[in-house]
């Protein structure tokens, strides 16, 4: 039986419901407990770097767990919904800090509540992906919900970035820290609701196996297949790249910019950039791509990004303050992320093939399986750099108050330079390794398909 409106409506549902929670937790955290808190930004880093990159680890452990449940309610859904109800509650106390708890005690709580909710986000987030099989009949019917569920998320996260700051200023009528408080409460109490929905509607039709990999197979398909290596270090630089810029936005519109009205203004950023990478990757990808190869696409991306990095580094550098001439380098460096990310899930899948006929085997399950480990490692390497940033240059406020100052001159230009030149430095890197080592162009993959056909 083909799938209802109803049942892909509960599931993309579920989709914005998780993607609002995991933005909250990725852009906001370092922030709160870094700014709002005080916490040193050394610490976060470091938290916030052990945290992701054992998160990573910790996916195939899950996805072993779940490949192994059984139950009458099916074997994602009891996961779904005890990993969606513990992981609101974590959410809402970790942005919930008791206000006598100072110094170390901070950065412990901060620590245990961080490693915890990324625990608990994994054992929601593995069966939500996993469990499209068991309810789809596979083919294009698999392949749209998929689509429609990574859209969704999308979507939910595109919201948090949006309303956030404003929210919060909302909510917490001057005090951040109490806005914060009741944001990611109302953002919990949604996160419960729109999962359950899918809970309830969404029925598990068949029993299927969950090809899981361990860690150690992901690093063994990586060590041979040079291709998929290629791209996985590419993936990681692109990331880590831009994430370096988003977890300092939010300080960049705060001390350098400044104002009373920071916040309409970080605001309305947020909302031309997300709108621009989701643009990208439905019209402008595939606009490019009826005129060059997806190989001169990527390479444009990176011109487009160096661009774009440079255009904003003088817009700094000379002290614009309007937001609106931001747009002019945030089209170019949103726009060719949208596409870059379209583009690296292309060339993974590109090293399918080569690897089968390399190595005999078709680690299709591995390769992508990477895709998440890598990301969140990423994740975990930006958030380290970009505290860093924060404590070499003495970036915090660390008041209740709306900041309507900016910090000292060294300080904005060390924030600066870490927002742009790192990102361009990390780009650059990704460019000569790709540019080196990667070598599946169209032609050559249209001879790996011969022959592999031939041999089978």
């Known amino acids: 039986m083909k799938l209802s409106g109803k049942e892909k409506m509960s599931y993309g549902l579920g989709a914005v419901g998780k993607d609002m929670v995991y933005m909250l937790s990725a852009s906001y955290v370092l922030y709160y407990y870094q700014d709002i808190l005080g916490v040193s930004a050394i610490a976060m880093g470091i938290i916030l770097m052990a945290a992701r990159v054992f998160d990573a680890f910790n996916d195939p452990i899950m996805g072993v767990i779940v490949a192994k449940t059984r139950t009458k309610w099916g074997r994602f859904r009891p996961w779904l919904f005890i990993g969606t109800v513990l992981n609101a509650v974590i959410l809402y106390i970790m942005f919930a800090a008791p206000p006598a708890l100072d110094g170390r005690g901070l950065v412990a709580y901060a620590a245990v509540i961080y490693i915890l909710w990324g625990v608990t986000y994994t054992m929601m987030d593995i069966p939500f992906w996993s469990m499209i099989p068991a309810f789809t009949e596979g083919g294009k019917e698999r392949e749209n919900l998929s689509t429609l569920g990574r859209s969704c998320a999308g979507v939910g996260s595109a919201i948090v970035t949006i309303i956030t700051v404003k929210c919060v200023e909302l909510l917490g009528a001057g005090s951040e820290r ?25 029925k598990e039709k068949s029993t299927v196996d969950v090809d899981s990999p361990s860690v150690g197979a992901m690093f063994k398909s990586l060590v041979q297949n040079d291709q998929a290596m290629t791209v996985v270090i590419a993936i990681v630089l692109i990331n880590a790249s831009l994430y370096i810029t988003s977890n300092l936005l939010i300080y960049f519109f705060k001390y350098d910019i400044g104002g009373a009205k920071w916040t309409d203004d970080y605001t309305l950023f947020n909302t031309f950039g997300g709108g621009m990478q989701i643009l990208s990757m439905m019209l402008f990808f595939p606009l490019f791509r009826k005129f060059m190869s997806a190989i001169k696409v990527f390479y444009t991306s990176f011109v487009m990004a160096i661009a774009g990095y440079a255009l904003l580094l003088i817009q ?68 380290f750099i970009a505290s860093v940033c924060l404590q070499v240059f003495n970036i915090s406020d660390n008041t209740d108050t709306v900041v309507d100052k900016v910090a000292a001159t060294s300080s904005i230009m060390g924030l600066r330079m870490t927002m742009t030149i790192l990102p361009i430095f990390g ?13 599946l162009t169209d032609e050559k993959l249209e001879e790996i398909s011969n022959e592999l056909k031939a041999r089978n």
Not at 185 to 199: G, R
Not at 350 to 364: Q, S
Not at 427 to 439: N, P, V
Request: with cysteine; net charge positive; aromatic share 16%.
């Open 178 to 202: 109490a806005g914060f408080k009741r944001f990611a409460l109302i953002i919990a109490i949604l996160f419960i609701v729109f999962e359950v929905i899918a809970c309830i509607v969404i």
């Open 316 to 383: 700094m550098i000379v002290g614009v303050k309007n937001v609106y001439l931001y747009f002019i380098p945030a089209f170019f460096v949103f726009m060719a992320f949208g596409m870059l990310t379209v583009l690296t899930t292309v060339f993974l899948a590109n090293t399918v093939d080569y690897g089968e006929l390399k190595n005999n085997r078709r680690d299709e399950s591995v390769i992508f399986s990477m895709q998440t480990f890598v990301v969140k490692l990423a994740s975990g390497v930006s958030a």
């Open 427 to 439: 780009l650059l890197i990704a460019i000569f390794i790709f540019g080196k080592k990667y070598i």
